[in-house]
């Protein structure tokens, strides 16, 4: 009879220190504990395998590992950085908003600077809004008849008399007076406002051009009538523009040649306006022999 292995369960199966490893069962799960029966000599010719309890197991770590409450930190340190630049980018719109704006400010102004000096330079400029001149036809009837007809608010007739309320002045330059007959009965020459039933043929004239500057200062539109009168029949040719005397705007332009027997130009105008009058090329002169306003 042989002697007990006193060393059972084998070395690769031995039962584990419970102290060292609290979490493994010393046996194989599901095995009956081994007899102690010592007349039993059926020695297992393989190692055992114990298995380790389930609950022994842990899941991995994470990875990376964080310690509690470092997660949170981070997501605040993002949101925290998200703002900040939104809030730089606001503030970069809100500066390039504001460039472009003053750019758009000067480049306007400058514009009405440059709007300014052209419409002083050039007769094409927009007229101001106070300011107008329409035309509203020729009288070749009326003749030197004035009375009654026009002039009922002030007058100019060349080589007479001149009558003018406050609220209108009338400035001529340029231009060089003439009288043809002091004293006539021929109905082409004006009335006179210095002697009653006598008539005069007189003129402002020029060989270039000359102007008449009328400024109606209470803001109401009147009739203004220019008489134009070719009394020694020469053929005259001439031009008469009206024109904004602040922008140099032309308001109109008529253009005369046949007026030997007399003839008024008449328009509805307000404001400050300038008459130009112009010599064609080709005539004698230019001549104006009267200005009536309503």
């Given at each position: 009879m042989q002697t007990p292995d006193r060393s059972w369960p084998p070395h690769a199966a031995r039962r584990s220190d419970p102290?060292?490893?609290?979490?493994q069962?010393?046996?194989?799960?599901g095995s009956e504990e081994p007899s102690t029966d010592m007349g039993d000599h059926n020695v297992p010719t393989e190692p055992l395998t114990y298995a380790r309890s389930p609950a022994a197991f842990s899941p991995p770590?994470?990875?990376?590992?964080?310690?509690?409450?470092e997660g949170q930190a981070s997501q605040w340190n993002g949101l925290t950085v998200l703002l900040a630049a939104t809030a730089v980018a606001w503030v970069l719109v809100l500066i390039l908003a504001v460039v472009v704006v003053v750019q758009l400010r000067g480049a306007t102004a400058g514009n009405a600077g440059a709007r300014s000096l052209s419409s002083t330079a050039m007769p094409t400029a927009s007229p101001t809004a106070m300011v107008a001149a329409t035309?509203?036809?020729?009288?070749?009837?009326?003749?030197g008849n004035w009375r009654g007809m026009y002039g009922r608010q002030g007058y100019l007739l060349a080589g007479d008399a001149q009558q003018l309320p406050a609220t209108i002045q009338v400035t001529l330059s340029g231009q060089s007076g003439y009288i043809w007959a002091a004293s006539s009965a021929d109905p082409?020459?004006?009335q006179k406002v210095?002697?009653?039933?006598d008539r005069i043929a007189a003129c402002w004239y020029t060989s270039t051009s000359f102007t008449i500057d009328i400024d109606l200062t209470d803001?109401?539109?009147?009739?203004m009538a220019l008489y134009l009168l070719d009394?020694?029949?020469?053929s005259r040719v001439e031009n008469v523009t009206v024109l904004d005397a602040a922008t140099g705007a032309v308001l109109d332009t008529h253009s005369i040649s046949v007026f030997a027997n007399g003839e008024y130009l008449v328009w509805q105008v307000r404001g400050n306006v300038v008459v130009r009058v112009t010599n064609e090329s080709g005539s004698l002169n230019a001549v104006v022999s009267g200005l009536f306003l309503s």
């Open positions: 102290a060292s490893h609290p979490d069962s010393p046996w194989l799960a770590p994470r990875w990376p590992l964080a310690r509690r409450g035309f509203t036809g020729a009288d070749t009837t009326t003749q082409r020459a004006l210095s002697i009653p039933g803001g109401q539109p009147h009739q009394w020694d029949r020469l």
